[in-house]
């Protein structure tokens, strides 16, 4: 095994014992009058970050398919200190509706936390034809910023440096992918394989996110926006639906509870000294991404990749976005 590939194990494998977090709700400032958006915001991960925002007086807006099969989790929220936009990630047409009003709603965007996902479904697609895991993961989430883009770059400009910051959540399964720069770009979909693995299209999903993270700030240079990618640990959560059995119960005694998870996607939006284009491994330190994903958002496939996405999504957003 090459010294770079070790390197990537081992940083996945320490996901298993991870040392206390360093940055938690006593380290938040006060975040009254921000708004926040944060995909998936009302189960596991996403919702503890919710929870954490608000405490600190910071307003949440949840982007989710479906606020009435949300209602039981939203009635334990603070009246007034959350919204629901809705849209399906898997289905692009949706997408605009959640776009507009929080356009309309919301002339300030302190962040965003783009962190709705799903994980090894049997293999299906998207409303718009994209394997469900990256058509959701990416897709869906590639279409949503084009909504929120033009507020957070305008919200940059009248705060503070380094504040305003865009969290892409990637997860430690990007090693799983053994192709160089981690996109199967002859066959993003898997279309040409029968019976692709789960876990791989999964692996490719969460890469996809981590080239997203370099890709935003890259064509959007001078935005003053922070975009990182980052690992949020392994965590109890309802990501694991689709899981077998076995895994579900031999995971279920090496997983964290999804509050951690949350305090590394915190970290990687309220911590001091988090850098453009770092990537955050669990609970919200530096670490490591796999240096040929690394590479290849950098450069060609990463440039590639980046119109390809756009051209994916234009023709669901209004021609008035950028
Ligand atoms: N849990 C882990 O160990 C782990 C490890 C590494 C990375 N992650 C990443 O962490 C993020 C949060 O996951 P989690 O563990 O908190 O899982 P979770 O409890 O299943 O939450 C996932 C969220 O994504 C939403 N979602 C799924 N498909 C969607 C769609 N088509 N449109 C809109 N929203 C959709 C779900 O909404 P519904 O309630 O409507 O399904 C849910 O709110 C994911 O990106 C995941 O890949 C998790």
Known sequence: MSRSKFTEYKQAARNFWVPEPHFTEKDYPDLTGKTYV????????????????????????????????????????????????????????????????????????????????VMTPPYSKTAQGHELQWGTNVVGHQAIMKYLTPIVIKTAKTSPPGTVRLVWVSSSAVVISGLPGGINFDDINYEKEENPSPHVLYSQSKIGNAYQAYLWSKNHPDSGVISVSVDPGNLKSN????????????????????????????????????????????????????????????????????????????????????
């Open 38 to 117: 944060i995909t998936g915001g009302h189960s596991g991960v996403g919702l503890e970050a919710t929870k954490l925002l608000i405490g600190k007086g910071a307003k949440v807006i949840i982007v989710g398919r479906n606020k009435e099969k949300a209602q039981d989790v939203l009635k334990e929220l603070p009246d007034g200190k959350f919204d629901f936009a809705e849209a399906d990630l898997a289905d692009l047409t949706t997408i605009s509706t959640a776009g507009d009003y929080i356009t309309k709603n919301y002339p300030e965007i302190h962040g965003v936390i783009l962190n709705a996902g």
């Open 239 to 322: 990501l694991q639906r689709h899981s077998s059995e076995f895994l579900k119960k031999a995971f279920n005694y090496v997983l964290y509870p999804a509050q951690y998870g949350a305090y590394t996607e915190l970290a990687a939006l309220l911590a001091p000294d988090v850098h453009d284009g770092e990537h955050l491994i669990p609970w919200g330190v530096p670490g490591h991404l796999r240096w040929d994903v690394d590479e290849g958002r950098k450069g060609e496939k990463g440039e590639h990749l980046w119109k390809k996405l756009e051209g994916d999504v234009k023709d669901f957003v209004k021609e008035s976005y950028p």
